[in-house]
């Protein structure tokens, strides 16, 4: 090592790096624009077309999907994506204060959902309807979180699902450290060993908190799966001017595998999500997912994405349907009929039809309970704050008194 004064510092345009040849930002986008198709390295088990492609690393960890699963994987996207439409067509006719659309990644979030044991923890955002409906929560929790009622009322530990969180990124940090928890009390191991999955955007990897997650899981060995929904935009911000490398990549410099899977595709998105998980149980964590997807809906109601994007992209991402595909693949090889996809579309509709009737007619919660669940012991300052805020309503006249 020469020492600090050995030091030398080239001038700008001398040093080794200068003189290697640099790509100019236009090759820089023009590379990645390249790979915005996804690329040679997306793993894919099934084709947009529905074709069943095969994975000699991946087709073990779904060795057990026969028609009836897949069925099951078709049904539950088809019912989240009609409970999603209906919650968005609820925020329009001012019965939800916002709604953030999961439409296009419903089989990054249900694949990955599914793949899921039940002692694992998974720590969601916003936007991951599709998981918590994997998870086992009822799709009517998650209707008070936007209708501004309460911030999630399912029991996070019975669910092993936690709250949304909205603070972009900040959940990589709660996750890494229940995963390290994991690790530390000693339920890694085997294949009955726990694992943690988080999930975050592709605007989400700019942020420290998620930088740091992946510095703390890997120096802790912890059994954590950053599962990154790439859905290509950070509400306006493209991922090309979030990131030089694909996503995925990034974990090499962290010293854990990364892997980029076709989110569109259930199939990959269940085998993948199995292979890191196993990894992380095993005690070969972390592992970072790229699911690589595309958000077909605004980001949020509040959101309008034709002032930045063209419609002939979402166009061609249409064709690359989650759904549409597992619908090919299962009618092509019979282990589906037209009275099949029509049950399904019924049952979608009833549950759609149940989940209105629920928002509409949802309790309006008493002033009070903004107090409740603050703490887990009584607090006599929140309790004086509670009297006080009561007494001044109790103020008001009431409409009869008027
Ligand atoms: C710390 C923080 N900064 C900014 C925001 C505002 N914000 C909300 S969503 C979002 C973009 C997130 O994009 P991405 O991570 O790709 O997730 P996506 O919404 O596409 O699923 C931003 C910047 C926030 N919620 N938290
Ligand atoms: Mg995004």
Redesign the pocket.
Known sequence: MPSPEQWTHPEPGEGPAAQAAQPSPEQVIAGLRATSEGGAELTQLLTPEGERVASPQFDRYVEDVDGEALRGLYRDMVLVRRADREANAMQRQGQLGIWVPLLGQEAAQVGSGRALKPQDMAFP?Y?EHGVAYARGVDFRELMGIFRCTDHGGWDFQAKRFHPYT?????QVLNATGYAMGQKFEGKVGDDDGEATIVY?????TS?GDVHEGFVWSAVYDAPLVFFC?N?Q???SEPTERQSRLPLYQRARGYGFPGIRVDGNDVLACLAVTRWALDECRHGNGPVLIEAFTY?MDA?TTTDDPTRYRLSDELEAWKLKDPIERVRAHLARNGHADQSFFDSIQAEADAFAADLREFTFNMPEPPPERVFANVYAEPSPVLDAQREEYLSYLDGFATAGER
């Open positions: 955002s936007r909205i603070v972009i990124g900040n975050f955007g592709d605007g989400a942020q929904q859905n935009w950070a509400i958000r980001h």
